[in-house]
């Protein structure tokens, strides 16, 4: 199955990599339960926090929950001058390059003991620097490419004529300080401009990191932040890294939820942040449901039944037939598939069908 990741990026000494511990500390804990791998040092693998999974458990009398994960890359911290190879730039641009998506932590907080390295805390400038990078590199990258493609479009190549045409359009965009996700791209134009694999054309998440009496509130800098957020269409999460820290060390659920009580919070950071990173990514979730497990699936919105299928296992899609589908709120309102089903409430779908977040899936298939 297809792994979905979100590079964790930001200047140096802003919280990166307490969250990033925080992420693998809580997926540490979780593996008590199911695999966790840290893939690398600094790729890990989280659950994807989905209380529907173990209302659908309950239900289905299932002796295991396998939910879906998300994996999280930590990239080292990036500096003014990234683009020109500053600091650890040419690395750091490779690994953002193989990310899906982009959530940038930016300091909201004041501590004379961590330094900034702009000297002052200012998470909108912040943001601009390593936005500017990203796209200094792009720049870069888009004026190699359409040197390279325009030879072959002009030797009569159609696939190269499509991509010198986004190409040409990007570097407008660029040249005029937007970011390559701000440019108009056709349906026909999707896969070729997903393969010029731009750093600024990655959705982003805004992580807004404030000391603990900010958690529930947030600040002036968090204020701004958002605002700066809401105008590039982004979203912004607040959390305290270093209480997600100490959240992820705690042992049972009920101390994490009297701790969190304490600070005036309902869940913490780290799930808006991953609900928030599958958002960005335009994914959704299915359910299988059964005695031996009840397990969640991640697809694309307005993925069909047969890819959906495919997710479980390439023969699935290949021999596709159709697919059982309960709603979520059918399955648990009525009190389980078998009840589901004699309501009339399970659907034979085809191919053709879009599969809905939450559908409760069976399929039949011929291989």
């Not at 982003?204 to 105008?231: F, H, I, R, S």
């Not at 890294?241 to 869940?267: P, V």
Request: hydrophobic share 45%; charged share 25%.
């Amino acid at each position: 199955m297809a792994s979905f990741n979100c590079g964790i990026v930001g200047l140096p000494n802003v919280g990166k990599s307490t969250l990033f511990n925080a992420l693998t500390a809580t997926a540490a804990a979780q593996a008590a339960n199911f695999p966790f791998c840290t893939i690398e040092p600094n790729v890990g693998r989280v659950a994807m926090p989905d209380k529907r999974l173990d209302m659908l458990a309950k239900l289905g009398n299932s002796q295991k929950i396998v939910p879906t994960q998300l994996e999280f890359v930590d990239i080292a911290g990036l500096v003014k001058g990234a683009s020109k190879g500053e600091g650890l730039g040419n690395q750091f641009l490779a690994n953002i390059r193989e990310t899906d998506a982009i959530i940038h932590v930016l300091r909201c907080f004041d501590d004379e003991n961590i330094i900034h390295v702009m000297g002052s805390v200012d998470p909108v400038r912040d943001a601009e620097i390593v936005e500017t990078e990203l796209m200094l590199a792009d720049m870069d990258s888009v004026d190699r490419q359409i040197t390279s493609v325009g030879k072959k479009a002009k030797g009569g190549d159609k696939d190269a004529k499509l991509t010198l045409g986004i190409l040409e359009k990007v570097k407008v965009a660029l040249d005029a300080g937007h970011p390559a996700r701000t440019v108009k791209i056709a349906d026909d134009e999707e896969k070729a401009f997903k393969m010029l694999a731009l750093m600024s054309s990655k959705p982003v998440l805004y992580v807004l990191n404030v000391q603990e009496d900010d958690a529930a509130t947030g600040n002036e800098w968090t204020k701004k932040a958002e605002a700066m957020a809401k105008e590039k269409g982004a979203e912004a999460v607040i959390i305290t890294a270093s209480i997600e820290s100490e959240i992820a060390q705690l042992g049972s659920e009920e101390e994490k939820k009297e701790f969190l009580s304490t600070l005036g919070l309902e869940e913490p950071g780290l799930n808006k942040i991953i609900r928030a990173g599958y958002n960005l990514l335009g994914l959704q979730t299915y359910f299988t449901v059964g005695p031996k497990e009840a397990r969640a699936w991640t697809i694309r919105k307005a993925a069909k039944a047969p890819e959906a299928a495919g997710v479980i296992h390439g023969d699935f899609e290949r021999g596709f037939i159709k697919a059982e589908v309960i709603a979520f709120k059918d399955f648990v309102d009525l009190g389980g598939e078998q009840q589901a089903k004699d309501a009339g409430k399970m659907r034979q779908e085809g191919k053709e069908y879009l599969v809905q977040d939450g559908d409760v899936m069976l399929f039949r298939f011929n291989v």
